[in-house]
């Protein structure tokens, strides 16, 4: 007897939450109805239009007004200018210049080292290292903030520890 009355609470409960999600699923297809009917009646280009629109058309038609709801899509769009040739130099190309200037001192700086013999090789091994972990170091500190400069800032550093490898042989 006990068992029976322990299912019948769980078909109770059962029963009370299918109840409840099928509101809230008639709530959202009254909405999506309205939504339609919305999108139907023309086009804006203002999202905060779109929302006063929505809002006046789901009142009249006694749906839930739910603004979080209005698909993005539903703003149109203006075309996107074309990408500013300061802003691409700026951002792309000056630091990759800047870092091939870097790696191209330092491996000058090596050969030079090692044509005059400046520097013993021990010294050359060490100051190679240094600067590449140094732009290693800073570059991964810069990731989070600048990543696209970041990337940059390692594949010199990378470069730099190949050029360095390179002269240690000499």
Not at 73 to 96: A, M
């Amino acid at each position: 007897m006990e068992n029976n009355e322990q299912k019948l609470e769980e078909l109770i409960k059962r029963l009370e939450e299918l109840s409840r999600k099928q509101k809230i699923f008639s709530e959202e297809i009254q909405t999506l109805r309205s939504e339609i009917q919305f999108l139907k009646s023309g086009q804006f280009t203002d999202e905060t239009e779109i929302k006063s629109q929505f809002i006046t058309q789901a009142s009249q038609s006694k749906a839930p007004i739910q603004t979080s709801t209005i698909p993005k899509s539903v703003v149109v769009k203006k075309p996107k200018q074309p990408s500013d040739l300061e802003k691409i130099i700026g951002e792309s190309w000056l630091n990759k210049i800047g870092i091939l200037g870097i790696i191209i001192g330092v491996t000058i700086l090596g050969k030079y080292s090692i044509d005059n013999n400046l520097i013993s090789p021990l010294t050359r091994i060490i100051l190679g290292y240094l600067v590449g972990i140094g732009l290693l170091g800073f570059g991964i500190k810069l990731k989070e903030k600048f990543e696209n400069y970041s990337a940059v800032l390692v594949s010199g550093a990378m470069a730099i520890h190949f050029h360095t490898i390179l002269f240690s042989f000499q």
